[in-house]
């Protein structure tokens, strides 16, 4: 069974501050790798997508490397705002199902 | 339509009631999948539609839960005798094939609240 780990669990930066959110998993068997944003009380909203080939993603100040090996990715977030105050979910594709990690929760002060 | 569109968004019931939760997916996304979230916690995975056949019903937690697809449209979750545990939030997603390739879109959920 695939285990998703995400660190940390929370994290609190001042505005401007650049953000690394780390997802591990156990079984390097995979499609490939989402990461999704939720807002409170709100659905998952799709950020990037790296297939199993890619090392990395890029959309604007969003970066995401994928080392499928050793079951580990990073986002990295530049430049963080108030607006990117979320939880972040690693979602992992292994043969059409998505495991979640349990998600990092990023409140940036302004 | 655009996107993956849930209903209702809310939903309180009472203890015993049965309810019907319903996902309409992206137009052309074969691959539909229903995940759980309960307060504080991570998604579970339910089931997962390919078309109208469903491979995978590992996840539904006990014989009260139940999934159908019309085609490749439209899903019911029912839940039936609902029970206090089963609050949560209900989550749809689709994707275009199988496999998830292209990624999973998500609706924004349906909050189930029994009292």
């Known amino acids: 069974k695939q285990e998703v780990t995400q660190i940390p669990a929370a994290l609190s930066v001042p505005e401007g501050e650049n953000l690394v959110l780390n997802c591990s998993f156990t079984d390097s068997a995979i499609y490939n790798l989402q990461w999704f944003r939720q807002d409170p009380g709100k659905g998952l909203t799709s950020l990037l997508l790296i297939q199993s080939s890619q090392r990395e993603q890029t959309s604007g100040r969003l970066n995401a490397s994928l080392d499928k090996s050793s079951g580990r990715s990073t986002l990295y977030i530049a430049a963080s705002q108030p607006g990117d105050s979320a939880t972040y979910l690693c979602?992992?594709?292994?043969?059409?199902?998505?495991?979640f990690g349990a998600g990092t929760t990023v409140t940036v002060r302004a | 339509g655009a996107g993956v569109s849930q209903s209702p968004s809310n939903k309180v019931t009472e203890k015993g009631k049965d309810v019907e939760l319903r996902c309409d997916p992206i137009s052309g996304h074969t691959a539909l999948y229903w995940y759980r979230q309960r307060l504080g916690q991570g998604l579970e995975f339910l089931i997962y539609f390919q078309g109208n056949s469903a491979p995978d019903k590992s996840g539904l937690p006990s014989d009260r839960f139940s999934a159908e697809r019309t085609g490749e449209s439209v899903s019911t979750l029912t839940i039936q005798r609902t029970q206090q545990e089963d609050s949560a939030v209900y989550l749809c997603a689709s994707s275009l094939g199988s496999g998830g390739s292209y990624g999973y879109t998500f609706g924004s959920g349906t909050r189930l609240t029994v009292v």
């Open positions: 979602a992992v594709n292994g043969d059409y199902k998505l495991s």
